[in-house]
């Protein structure tokens, strides 16, 4: 009698497993729609204003990438939701004072917004595998992102005018304190230092860009070594200043 119990509550056990992985969402498949890809990132990170429309799209034959916004809002919190033929996978686009999803080589001071618990590079990486991309595909959507949607620009070792004596001003302070122009130059000197000492290596494997609109510099490492081999890390460097918005 024992043992007939036993094997019954065995034989329980394994069909509820069954029903919970028969319900739970297959890896590696993205979603049907956009739409049920943003209703996901909204669930997962719920600090995102859900009043969202499209603002851009970038089609690239089997591949497209959208961004998303409150247009009415200043204070924004984007959405990326990029597509590979019928497939759909979003991750948010934060703004700065988000510091732990962007994870900033350059920022030490608390956060004083809710904790995201994820990272940009951990997004990109679950939507690469989400949708199956090769490297080629990657290095289009990357290359596009950057590009086409963000404005972002390239060859940074070769501009120091863009990272000396500037200040990239930001008025979405509210909880931070306000910060010393003096500080924020020398924090984007230092950036361009790290800039031309990769730049000038013979095997160049950073590829860095900069989004002024959001004041971040975005660092691509390469790490895979061979052909067909998608192995990469992304940091992001802090440019922006928190200063207060002159009334004229």
Avoid at 71 to 91: M, S
Avoid at 154 to 170: G, Q
Wanted: glycine share 2%.
């Amino acid at each position: 009698m024992k043992i007939s119990k036993l094997i019954m509550i065995k034989y329980f056990a394994v069909i509820c497993l069954l029903l919970i992985l028969s319900c739970a969402k297959p890896q590696g498949n993205g979603f049907d729609s956009a739409e049920n890809s943003l209703k996901l990132t909204l669930q997962n990170f719920p600090m995102i204003d859900n009043k969202l429309e499209k603002v851009k799209e970038v089609n690239l034959d089997s591949l497209s990438i959208s961004l998303y916004k409150n247009p009415q809002k200043e204070d924004y919190d984007e959405v990326l939701v990029f597509r590979k033929n019928e497939k759909f996978y979003a991750i948010p686009f934060f703004s700065n004072v988000y510091f732990d999803y962007w994870n900033f080589e350059n920022v030490k001071q608390k956060q004083l917004y809710p904790k995201t618990n994820s990272t940009f590079e951990k997004q990109i990486k679950i939507m690469v595998s989400e949708l199956n991309l090769n490297p080629e595909e990657f290095g289009l959507v990357m290359n596009e992102l950057m590009k086409s949607v963000l404005n972002a620009e390239i060859n940074l070792d070769l501009k120091p005018r863009i990272f000396k004596n500037y200040i990239y001003s930001t008025f979405r302070v509210e909880k931070y304190k306000i910060e010393e122009s003096d500080s924020c130059s020398i924090r984007t000197e230092k950036i361009y230092e790290h800039i031309l000492k990769e730049s000038n290596k013979t095997i160049k494997y950073h590829q860095f860009y900069l989004d002024s609109e959001n004041g971040r510099i975005y660092e691509l490492i390469n790490d895979g070594r061979k052909k067909g081999d998608l192995k990469f890390r992304i940091k992001v460097h802090r440019i922006d200043c928190f200063s207060y918005r002159l009334n004229i």
